[in-house]
């Protein structure tokens, strides 16, 4: 992970961490919602996409996201010369649909719900040969995703702060908490799942990977909706003991305007998950611990109503 710090330093910026105080305690909130590209999945596409060398680059890239990763993955791509096609769900949000094309990246929709993102990518790299960069079950995209962490513990000592005894974080994947598990040994973690997208909190409690459900509800946190978390992210999750919840949209809803009203923060509903599960109760708040507000691309008409 030392190795991808220094492979991304120069293609992401160092993200502040901002104090604030939720019911009496003082925290940190970790701001990769001000990250290029608007979250913190230019880290791992980063640091996948400048690792591979003149006859991989040569070939191309495909990835398959709901908006931020394929964010990630057109600005890197874009930066280094390289053919990006991104499989996207139909009903991904405008605002993430024009990122990804405006850096230059193909973008094949699907279905969601009945056609699978997985085996679109595969056939468009076994008819292209194009090498797929999947958000998170992938070593090198969780060690990027991990560099977030870094910084944690980098800020926190400049701060005087010491190791944060917790670090909350959203969970879709588990691309993020994982990495930041593994830069956070004496951390606790703590995640955080749209309801009926919960597979993660799911999997830890039965021991094993347990798929999101047939029909999940509708979720206005479009960046978690993952149907299955990875070998990978899971068993990093699972021995380190990480609590994960579950958020409701009222609940994200709400942290999105706490964000707004204190600290002048855009934050998508993924985003704020972690956050969304600190004011809601649904996770304790400690006193000097991290929460990471991973991702602030919102449709403005959307951010407009939830924080009015």
Not at 207 to 232: F, H, K, M, Y
Not at 259 to 281: C, D, F, R, T, Y
């Amino acid at each position: 992970m030392i190795e991808a710090a220094a492979r991304i330093a120069g293609a992401v910026v160092r993200t502040p961490l901002v104090p604030a105080s939720i019911r009496g305690r003082n925290l940190w909130l970790k701001c990769e919602c001000l990250q290029t590209g608007g979250a913190f999945k230019l880290r791992g596409a980063s640091n996948r996409l400048l690792a591979l060398d003149a006859e991989e680059r040569a070939r191309g890239v495909v990835a398959f996201s709901s908006g931020n990763h394929a964010q990630g993955i057109a600005i890197a791509a874009h930066r280094l010369g390289i053919r990006a096609t991104i499989v996207m769900p139909a009903d991904a949000p405008a605002l993430k649909v024009e990122g990804t094309r405006a850096n230059g990246a193909e973008i094949i929709f699907y279905d969601r719900m009945t056609e699978s993102r997985e085996a679109i990518a595969a056939e468009i790299a076994a008819s292209s040969g194009a090498i797929v960069v999947p958000s998170f079950d992938d070593p090198w995209i969780v060690a990027g995703q991990g560099t977030v962490g870094l910084e944690i513990l980098e800020q926190c000592a400049e701060a005087g702060a010491g190791e944060p005894s917790v670090i909350a974080t959203p969970v879709g994947g588990g691309g993020l908490a994982s990495g930041i598990a593994l830069a956070c040994p004496n951390s606790r973690i703590v995640g955080a799942e749209p309801v009926g997208w919960d597979d993660m909190r799911a999997s830890i409690a039965a021991g094993e990977i347990i798929p999101v459900g047939a029909n999940p509800p509708p979720t206005l946190c479009d960046a978690l909706q993952t149907p299955r978390v990875s070998p990978i992210t899971f068993s990093i999750l699972d021995n380190r003991d990480a609590t994960i919840v579950s958020v409701s949209d009222s609940d994200v809803g709400k942290a999105v305007r706490w964000a707004w009203n204190e600290h002048k923060l855009v934050v998508e509903p993924g985003g704020a998950a972690a956050l969304a599960a600190l004011l809601s109760g649904k996770a304790d708040v400690e006193e000097e611990m991290v929460v990471v507000l991973s991702g602030g691309n919102i449709d403005p008409a959307l951010h407009a109503r939830l924080v009015a």
